[in-house]
């Protein structure tokens, strides 16, 4: 679709997470410059425009509202007026309201521009020591021992590096479910207070990190970045399909060839596959 002529932008501006000072100029350019700021708490909001002397408009724009808030932005960007959506802190939409207003004003033909800046999921990443090439964004994992415990069970195969929001009063129960999940050894980091007084970051396997929070209760206060190593999966694993078809050959060929034959159909090493062969022939 075709952008609308004449009509205003809805600017997606990213604000710090912590420090003040991440701000970008382009960013104080464009909250100073736009006819309305959207917030998700206009009172947070002011604070920050406060400190960097912005006076400008701005109107309460969160998930309970959204909806009816998404027309009356959609009218003023066709009446030519310049809007910057801006969440709590950092980057709007990242598990932040906003992703039905851009949809809607996308829809429209109205131009979504970009202003980016501070994202907590990214710096976390960033300094975890886990890879990155791939990784998945999970946002908040559920409140709920059970339901986390199930989220946790669906992702136990994941190879990326898996990244969730949580709150750190429930990390304790949330490492807990971790290592009931996922198992004791799953390398995982603790991303809490970025870019404040009192960052913290710590790695270690999930049943370290466990005794460390119970040792320490200032690690559960805050804002907190949870990333998980993605499973490794074993190279020499052997499935349960290549074990039938292996019991099925050597029942009527010798371990060697038995092996050979496997090995060719699943394109593993034959000698991975010689141990349970002659199991299987005893």
């Not at 425009?49 to 912005?54: G, N, R, T, V």
């Not at 980091?189 to 466990?210: Q, W, Y």
């Not at 034959?261 to 199991?279: C, D, H, P, Q, R």
Request: proline share 5%; net charge neutral; hydrophobic share 40%.
């Amino acid at each position: 679709m075709h952008e609308q002529a004449n009509a205003g932008t809805l600017y997606i501006v990213a604000t710090p997470i912590g420090n003040l000072a991440d701000i970008s100029q382009r960013a104080l350019d464009t909250l100073a410059q736009v006819d309305i700021i959207a917030c998700e708490d206009t009172r947070h909001t002011q604070k920050l425009l406060s400190a960097f002397s912005i006076k400008n408009k701005t109107l309460s724009m969160h998930d309970h509202n959204e909806r009816q808030r998404q027309e009356y932005i959609a009218e003023l960007l066709q009446q030519g007026k310049n809007i910057a959506l801006v969440s709590d802190a950092g980057t709007p939409l990242i598990s932040d309201p906003g992703f039905h207003l851009v949809r809607h004003c996308r829809s429209l033909g109205l131009k979504v521009s970009p202003v980016p800046g501070a994202c907590a999921a990214i710096s976390a990443l960033s300094v975890a020591g886990l890879p990155t090439d791939r990784f998945t964004f999970e946002g908040f994992l559920p409140s709920k021992s059970g339901a986390r415990q199930s989220t946790l069970s669906e992702l136990a195969d994941e190879t990326r590096t898996m990244v969730f929001y949580d709150a750190p009063r429930r990390a304790i129960d949330t490492v807990e479910d971790i290592v009931k999940t996922l198992g004791g050894q799953r390398y995982v980091v603790i991303a809490r207070e970025l870019t404040k007084t009192f960052e913290t970051i710590h790695s270690d396997t999930a049943e370290n990190l466990l005794a460390w929070l119970q040792q320490d209760p200032n690690q559960l206060k805050g804002e907190m970045v949870l990333i998980i190593e993605g499973h490794k999966v074993d190279p020499n694993a052997i499935s349960p399909q290549i074990l039938a078809t292996l019991e099925l050959l050597v029942k009527e060929l010798p371990p060697k060839k038995a092996c050979a034959i496997a090995a060719s159909i699943y394109g593993v090493k034959k000698n991975t596959l010689y141990e349970m062969a002659l199991s299987f022939k005893r």
